[in-house]
């Protein structure tokens, strides 16, 4: 039997596989390619077969491909063969993603295939990445709560000394210089103290609360030191459930969100305050990971300043960490907020996109007998499943984790999907294709078309076409038309909400 043979065996055992294969001849041209494969590289499995497997992979590994392939048929060396091995692969939209690679040889009738087993890898990386930054922050936490320690007990020693030197010392020169230092002293063991709220060993005094009426509270604070030029709103859901929270440390925690926001936007800008009950299940775990499953009171707290870069968003929490200019700040805000939010059993997420500001959202852990008041939203599950049925949606986004969440997401309610990582990608596969029903693209895209201006330039040249964009910003923090034209569904969405967002789209 050759190895092109059309075996309609193979051809099912292949299909049948959970991990994509691709079988390939001694030069590395494909032969064969499962569905899995398909799907995992985004292209039809028709158009791969004849393709040299260097499609698959980025730049850099396609040029030294020949290379290996010939010292392994010329020497017999195995660097890859009959070994697992994690690489990168290519998917047909230029995106680069981890995979799990093994490949076996076979010498079929005198010639040579090969046979690749790929796993995609992009959710354990993730996964592990968080898990990662997790422990490395715990390391720095639990070092810092002893150094906190170690100094209040040497604080206490220094302050106690001194109070006792002012009481007995009558001198006006020495008095003066043993305030100058009981005040430094007093500065230290504050210092000592946001290190302890950092390293989660502060004590909380935690009651029940109505959040709304403590966010409230940070705002009229708020009002009296934030500048002018700093426009100041609140959205609060009016049916909130209620949560165990240390009322001061809330209060605290916005205001340094917000004093951080201020710093943001020296030219002036809106800061939001919003509140929400949001059910979390395992669609945002994986997109979130993090938080465990359950229900939550979540406090945002958005900004339209400078915006974060990504090695920014990855540091913002740790203590010390500052983009302020020496001297204009400690980088221990962010710091005190984690270490409250971790002892208070919550989570912090930060959304960025650098030029349109931050978004910060704190996750309080709901008290039980208030979320178990929420309406059951399984009768709109049900009324949502399969909306996507003989539709195809053209999925825009650039992140590759959430490109993929969002792809899975989409087919499982039905819909066929094309995938695009930048505005100018989206719009050249619609000025030549005719099948797309639908739109879906995230807000802020790299290139020269974001993804309002795309969305403009749909609703001019095509307004057949429906057109639904997603955003970690809410609607009360974007900038005029981009929250009025199109409808917007709010980062992290569970899949009900996407589900009835498409639902509510699709019947116009």
């Not at 009481?167 to 305030?179: H, P, V």
């Not at 913002?316 to 907020?337: W, Y």
């Not at 919550?346 to 208030?370: R, V, W």
Request: hydrophobic letters at 45%; a negative charge; aromatic letters at 4%.
């Amino acid at each position: 039997m050759k190895i092109n043979d059309e075996s309609p065996v193979l051809l099912a055992l292949l299909d049948a596989a959970v991990d994509a294969m691709v079988v390939s001849d001694h030069r590395g041209n494909i032969l064969r390619v499962n569905k899995a494969a398909a799907a995992l590289f985004g292209h039809a499995a028709d158009a791969l077969v004849g393709q040299n497997v260097r499609v698959l992979m980025p730049e850099a590994m396609a040029a030294r491909h020949d290379g290996f392939l010939s010292h392994h048929l010329g020497t017999g060396e195995k660097r890859i063969i009959g070994i697992g091995r994690d690489v990168e692969g290519m998917r047909a939209d230029g995106s680069v993603f981890p995979l799990h690679l093994s490949v076996g040889r076979a010498d079929i009738a005198g010639e040579v295939a090969f046979v690749g087993i790929m796993h995609d890898l992009s959710r354990r990386k993730a996964a592990e990445e968080a898990t990662a930054r997790s422990q490395r922050m715990d390391a720095i936490g639990q070092m810092t709560g002893g150094i906190a320690h170690d100094f209040n007990n040497l604080l206490t020693v220094v302050i106690g000394n001194l109070e006792l030197l002012e009481m007995s010392e009558t001198s006006e020169k020495s008095a003066a210089l043993i305030s100058d230092a009981l005040e430094a002293a007093e500065v230290g063991a504050d210092l000592t103290s946001r290190l302890m709220a950092f390293a989660r060993k502060s004590t909380l005094n935690s009651e029940v609360v109505d959040l709304n009426a403590e966010v409230a509270k940070a705002v009229a604070m708020l009002s009296r030191t934030i500048g002018a030029h700093i426009a100041v709103e609140t959205d609060f859901a009016e049916d909130l459930w209620q949560a165990r929270v240390d009322a001061s440390q809330l209060q605290t925690a916005v205001l340094n969100i917000a004093l951080n926001a201020q710093d943001a936007m020296p030219s002036g800008g809106k800061l939001t305050l919003e509140t929400r009950n949001m059910r979390l299940d395992d669609t945002y775990v994986a997109q979130e990971i993090g938080i465990d499953m359950g229900d939550y009171i979540r406090l945002s707290i958005a900004d339209t300043g400078e915006g974060m870069t990504a090695e920014t968003r990855t540091r913002a929490l740790e203590p010390f960490f500052s983009t302020k200019p020496m001297g204009q700040g400690t980088g221990l805000g962010l710091s005190m907020v984690y270490g409250f939010i971790k002892q208070s059993g919550g989570h912090i997420a930060i959304y960025s996109e650098l030029g349109k500001g931050t978004t910060i959202s704190l996750y309080f852990p709901a008290l039980k007998t208030a979320a178990a008041q929420s309406p059951d939203h399984g009768q709109t599950a049900e009324r949502n499943l399969g909306i996507g049925a003989g539709l195809r949606v053209l999925l825009v986004e650039d992140d590759p984790m959430v490109l993929r969440l969002s792809e899975t997401r989409l087919k499982a309610l039905g819909f066929d999907c094309v995938t695009a990582t930048t505005g100018d990608a989206a719009w050249a596969i619609l000025k030549t294709r005719d099948d797309i029903d639908l739109v879906f693209t995230d807000l802020v895209m790299p290139g020269e078309l974001s993804g309002h201006a795309l969305a403009k330039r749909i609703a001019e040249k095509m307004p057949h076409l429906r057109i639904l964009i997603t955003s970690g910003f809410s609607e009360n923090i974007l900038q005029g038309a981009e929250a009025e034209e199109f409808p917007i569904l709010r980062k992290p969405y569970r899949q009900a909400e996407l589900a009835e967002a498409l639902r509510l789209l699709l019947e116009g």
